[in-house]
């Protein structure tokens, strides 16, 4: 019947699609089989590598680009190859991560992907102002950027998402998805743009946009979805931009998604 033909769902991973890390539940796993053997189209869209998507095995197939890197890389698994990427300058990353070297030593390590399978990392504690390690890492990478990491303690995150904001919120965006972690990235990217480019510019016949997810650096992928879906455990600033909410992950969330999908789909064919 094809009855999901045209729809993408999207999800994040950890605590949305997987109930532990790297974990799916066998009910999300037989309903995404079931909605891609009716036509549907299923991806990730991850802060991880898209190599991560090899991780579950046989267990779930990808059948659409993935969203990797928190939307700054959108990745074809299949020819392994970038479809398109979301940059920023590597002098604008340096200017930002001087001054975390600076105002805030205390930040336990900072992490930068610097092509869509490597990092490269530092820890300001043990680089001391002025020494100039710094400029000579960021001398080694290439000049467009994808995004990075900042680890820290999690009383220190809130002050140091704000402050960070408020310099460089013109050229990156600063998200958590959990609260030791700052994900920090392109103004221009996010999880939702990719998802949008995928449905705008490429030939991929979605007419309607499934995006599931939990915390910040989710907010896009709800934002920009023709349906956002906010998983019960999501922060309240998720479910706040969310078009629907459904169960928790380890509810089996994704079933739950496609199960409500499948009953809007009945019920207009009956109108």
């Known amino acids: 019947m094809n009855k999901f033909k045209g729809y993408l769902i999207c999800t994040d991973c950890d605590g949305t699609l997987t ?16 909605f891609q053997e009716e ?6 869209a991850t ?15 990808i059948n659409a680009p993935m969203v990797a890197l928190n939307g700054t890389v959108l990745y074809d698994l299949k020819n392994e190859k970038i479809l398109h990427e979301w940059t920023a300058d590597r002098e604008d990353y340096f200017e930002l991560f001087d001054y975390i070297h600076h105002q805030y030593p205390d930040v336990w390590e900072c992490w930068i992907n610097y092509t869509y399978k490597d990092s490269v990392s530092f820890k300001p504690g043990e680089n001391q102002p002025g ?37 460089f919120g013109d050229k990156f965006r600063f998200d958590t998805s959990w609260p030791e972690g700052l994900e920090i990235q392109p103004v221009h990217s996010g999880k939702g743009v990719a998802v949008q480019y995928m449905k705008e510019q490429m030939d991929c016949d979605i007419h309607t946009t499934v995006g599931v997810g939990d915390y910040e650096n989710d907010l896009t ?9 906010a998983v ?12 629907r909410k459904t169960v928790s992950n380890k509810e089996h ?13 009945q019920q207009k064919s009956e109108v």
């Open 232 to 243: 019960e455990n999501a922060l309240d600033s998720v479910k706040a931009v969310a078009n």
């Open 131 to 167: 020494d100039g390690s710094l400029r000579a890492l960021f001398d080694t990478l290439p000049k467009g950027l994808y995004k990075a990491l900042a680890f820290q303690k999690a009383e220190i995150t809130p002050k140091l998402q704000e402050d960070l904001k408020e310099k």
């Open 47 to 61: 802060g991880r590598f898209p190599g991560h998507a090899h991780e579950f095995g046989d267990q779930i197939q």
């Open 19 to 34: 109930y532990e890390p790297g974990k799916v539940s066998e009910e999300n796993a037989k309903a995404i089989r079931y």
């Open 221 to 229: 992928l709800l934002e920009c979805a023709d349906i956002g879906y």
């Open 39 to 44: 036509g549907g189209m299923f991806t990730l």
């Open 253 to 265: 969330a994704i079933a739950k998604v496609i199960e409500e999908l499948e009953r809007d789909i």
